[in-house]
């Protein structure tokens, strides 16, 4: 069975050929956001293609949506389907983003 490798979390998760990388990211206990259930309608579950190989060809459809993305190997984790061992790189939450960078800049402050 493939493995996917979810970055930066560093979590691992053998699933069968053919499985979403959504479907992998739940069962992992990696958060990915969406808001359509995985039927590529919000466009919130990008994630950055790793490795070159272990991924489904991107459809026509996931193309048309990730335009010119498609090139940087941005995917849609909704459509991807694992068919080998992979990575992603799930990009870090904004809100979690937003307080990381505030907790950082808090401290820099007290370091002054």
Same mark, same amino acid.
């Given at each position: 069975?493939?493995?996917?490798?979810?970055?930066?979390?560093?979590? !691992?998760?053998?699933?069968?050929?053919?499985?979403?990388?959504? @479907?992998?990211?739940?069962?992992?206990?990696?958060? $990915?956001? !969406?808001? %359509?259930?995985?039927?590529?309608? %919000? =466009?919130?579950?990008?994630?950055?293609?790793?490795?070159?190989?272990? =991924?489904?060809?991107?459809? @026509?459809?996931?193309?048309?949506? =990730?335009?010119? =993305? $498609?090139?940087?190997? $941005?995917?849609?984790?909704?459509?991807?389907? $694992? !068919?080998? @061992?992979?990575?992603?790189?799930?990009?870090? @939450?904004?809100? /979690?983003?937003?307080?990381?960078?505030?907790?950082? /800049?808090?401290?820099?402050?007290?370091?002054?």
């Amino acid at each position: 069975m493939p493995e996917i490798r979810f970055e930066p979390d560093g979590k !691992t998760v053998q699933v069968r050929p053919g499985t979403s990388v959504l @479907d992998a990211s739940r069962r992992a206990r990696v958060a $990915i956001r !969406t808001r %359509c259930g995985g039927n590529a309608g %919000c =466009l919130m579950c990008k994630v950055t293609a790793a490795t070159e190989s272990g =991924l489904s060809a991107p459809s @026509d459809s996931e193309r048309h949506k =990730l335009g010119e =993305l $498609i090139e940087q190997r $941005i995917r849609l984790a909704c459509q991807a389907k $694992i !068919t080998g @061992d992979c990575a992603v790189v799930v990009p870090e @939450d904004p809100l /979690k983003a937003a307080v990381r960078a505030q907790l950082a /800049k808090q401290r820099e402050d007290e370091l002054w």
